[in-house]
């Protein structure tokens, strides 16, 4: 009923930056947040940045100052631009959609891409 597709991984060098995006579509009704998360091998997936509706934003304190979260509502898209990359950042970035779905007005559904590598060389 929904799709999440991210895009925009690759590798790049320590310092680097890359811009992460992530489209919803489908039987939507409402988006109430999206999120990125990431996950490392052998560790656990831990939120990296999320956004919710109204604006206000979350950052994992490894980021802040680093990453930057922003949608564009008309698209149903989030975008995650990641400056100053070190190698602790290299994973696999998962996004994250809150949404309600049409014909279902009062429950709210996780739905997850399959994500896309990020690796940061030294």
């Known amino acids: 009923q929904v799709q999440v597709v991210e895009s925009g991984g690759g590798l790049v060098q320590a310092g680097g930056s890359l811009r992460l995006s992530c489209a919803a579509s489908g039987r939507i009704f409402n988006i109430n947040a999206m999120g990125w998360y990431r996950q490392a091998p052998g560790k656990q997936r831990e939120l990296v940045a999320s956004?919710?509706?109204?604006?206000?934003?979350n950052y994992a304190d490894s980021v802040k100052g680093r990453f930057t979260i922003s949608t564009d509502n008309a698209k149903k898209t989030v975008y995650l631009q990641m400056n100053s990359l070190t190698p602790e950042d290299t994973a696999l970035y998962l996004c994250n959609v809150k949404a309600i779905i049409l014909g279902i007005n009062d429950s709210v559904f996780n739905y997850w891409g399959q994500g896309t590598q990020v690796t940061v060389s030294s």
């Open positions: 956004i919710v509706s109204g604006g206000s934003t």
